[in-house]
């Protein structure tokens, strides 16, 4: 009897931790390339923009995507930056405002694209 129990536990408590695990965030940014620039140079700078926030942001673990049109308008892209909850947004999104090393890359970024327009989402994985 004391081991259906002890399962019975276990599996409660797996199941809760699914259950009440944090949903990630998703921030979406909506971009346009400057004349002349890439796609290849926008992978190069979101590159080392990733591998600085995730040596700085504690626990790291946030990862980005940029996703190109191959229907419909091609004249802009987006960036999907994801991170694992709420409180790696918000000190991400500290270390954006105050850190000179990610300021320096968010500059570069700046002669190769332009942004318009930024949604920050809670994202449920079914």
Known sequence: MK????IMIVLSLAFSFFAFAEKQI????QCKLLEGKTMKEVAVLNDRWVKFMNATVKGGGIN????EPRVGNQ???MFVDVY?????????DNVMENDKGVKAILKELKLVVKCSSNTLYTSTKH
């Open 3 to 6: 081991i259906p129990l002890k």
């Open 26 to 29: 998703v921030e979406v940014w």
């Open 64 to 67: 980005s995507y940029d996703l």
């Open 75 to 77: 004249e802009t892209f």
């Open 84 to 92: 694992p909850n709420l409180e790696s947004w918000a000190a991400g």
